[in-house]
């Protein structure tokens, strides 16, 4: 068993790595013996993250990086690999959402800007594919790696508001899909492509659309959430770590063109 879920010296790329959800994730994986390079637009983030495991005496390094600038992410791959060795793993983290690309009370379906709505696909997918393109280029090359998209909820059961988020994560589960695929029969069947779904954890960018800024009290979007989550709470980000383990190791060796949610129960649910 220790042998099957083993990362002792694999190198792990982790965009999105300065998060909250990715940084609990690199920190595990680097406590489980991996060498994890943190790519973030958000240099500071990603160095926190970064210090954090050296701090552990386990190894890691922080690479500013955009997911959508093709040089940048070839610049973060260079220095990734001079300084860790090939890159073994990728998990796409980096996404998010913004205020400017969600209806609300101020802003209705009909005026929500495009620009803003492709912004958050963008940020959500295109950085993905990217990425992806960037990295597993030398992955098909060696045939040999791994591939983990972290997807999200929204993908499954779209949210109201968040248009622009759930399409883009809808996006993401059907890459994945096709991905795995492409890569078994294009270039190697030792490459292996799935994502992870998440379901409601509180981060910064949505704690205070799920709990109240003064009191800490559930809004009325947070109870909604829990009343349809048969396990009644949020998610905590250690709660991913199994899941992202068994995806990545060899664990799930006949795994691939998956995505798993990791919800409490609420894709089960019809609410009755």
Known sequence: MKELFDLTDKVIVITGGGGILCSTIAKALADSGAKIAIWDIKEDAAAKTANEIKANNDTSISVKCDVLDKNSLKGAKKRTIAELGQIDILINGAGGNKKEATTSEDLSFFDLPAEAVRSVFDLNFTGTFL??????????????GVILNISSMSAFRPLTNVMGYSTAKAAVNNFTQWLAVHICQNHSKDIRVN??????FLTEQNRFLLTDEKTGELTARGKTIIDHTPMARFGDPEDLVGTVLWLISDAAKFVTGTVVAVDGGFSAFSGV
């Not at 990425?131 to 040999?144: G, L, S």
């Open 195 to 200: 994502a992870i779904a998440p379901g409601f």
């Open 131 to 144: 990425t992806t393109q960037i990295v597993a280029e030398d992955m098909a090359k060696r045939h040999q």
